[in-house]
């Protein structure tokens, strides 16, 4: 499915909740009693609505020398496609509440490295239109993106739009070398935490989930990443930290265990959007993806403990 906000509801923090924060929790708890239909409605709401964040100055810079055009989807929405570059095509993917311009710190790099370089906003995001979003409609998009250009010498991916990149591949998707970084695997589990900090009940979780599996007709279990990897051969690299508060860095390790050669490395301190920006990552994922290293050489761990 989704998930809602990646800067934070998830990110715990140490020092005691706002006021604002133990009220709405106290209230999802009464509702969760009284009002279960209701609730369920509101979690499914929260968890595949998008949050559009202001773009900052260093994000505008990096998009400032971009080619702009438009991608009709199905049914008429366009989205806008930012190049730059020519020659073998990486596609570049935001997550949840993001934008294409939180991806084009890589734009520069790459081009040097002699790749044209796409990223997008998905509906919902950035400068697109739209409002609800979920995970089989990301990859579904994913899909229509990838058949525009071509078969993709590589994709980068940032939380649900790594999810996203699995499930297409899974659907058949024509990509060569994947770059993930904090890729969730089991988006129940991800409901499930985010009712609970929200201070919903795991029945009104529950009841969410059915809503959203019957909107969708697509059941959760079959959007875990471990059983898509388990028949993939693409070379993937997966960049996730320990202290990562939104997507746990189990999940990582999970894909990338059941990704046949897959490589896992484990960062500290660099949480779930700093680690994007990470000088160490951008260049070990332009070594990746040029096949100047492989999995090995980039100094991962195929089994991190989670």
């Known amino acids: 499915m989704s998930i809602t906000d990646p800067s934070g509801p998830l990110n715990r923090p140490t020092h005691p909740d706002p006021l604002a924060i133990r009220l709405t929790r106290l209230a999802a708890a009464l509702a969760s009693r009284g009002a279960p239909g209701l609730s369920s409605w509101i979690l499914e709401r929260l968890f595949t609505t998008p949050r559009r964040y202001a773009v900052p100055a260093h994000e ?24 730059w570059g020519y020659g073998p095509t990486v596609l570049l993917i935001h997550g949840m509440s993001g934008r294409g311009s939180q991806m084009a710190i890589l734009a520069a790099p790459l081009v040097a490295a002699g790749f044209s370089v796409v990223t997008f906003d998905a509906p919902g995001h950035g400068a697109a239109p739209g409002g ?12 229509h993106v990838a058949g525009h250009l071509g078969p993709l010498a590589g994709v980068v991916a ?5 999810a996203a990149a699995t499930l297409a591949l899974g659907q058949g998707a024509k990509i060569g070398r994947l770059v993930y970084f904090a890729p969730p695997e089991d988006m129940s589990d991800h409901l499930f ?5 929200l201070g919903f009940s795991t029945r009104v979780a529950g009841r969410t989930q059915h809503r959203l599996e019957t909107r969708l007709g697509v059941p959760m279990e079959a959007l875990r990443g471990r059983d898509i990897a388990r028949s993939l051969t693409n070379p993937l690299l997966v960049f996730h930290d320990r202290g990562d508060g939104i997507v746990p860095f189990r999940d990582g390790a999970t894909l990338a265990r059941y990704w046949p050669g897959a490589c896992l490395i484990a960062t500290e301190g660099l949480g779930h959007s700093r680690i994007l920006r990470d000088p160490e990552a951008l260049d070990r994922t332009v070594d990746f993806l040029s096949g100047r290293q492989t999995g090995q050489d980039t100094g991962c761990a195929q089994d991190v403990a989670a």
């Open 60 to 83: 505008r810079d990096w998009m400032a020398d971009a080619r702009i055009d438009h991608l009709e989807l199905t049914g008429g929405m366009r989205i806008p496609l930012y190049h």
């Open 132 to 143: 609800r979003f979920s995970l089989p409609e990301y990859a579904q998009v994913v899909m």
């Open 158 to 162: 940032h939380s649900v739009g790594a």
């Open 193 to 197: 935490r985010l009712a609970g900090f």
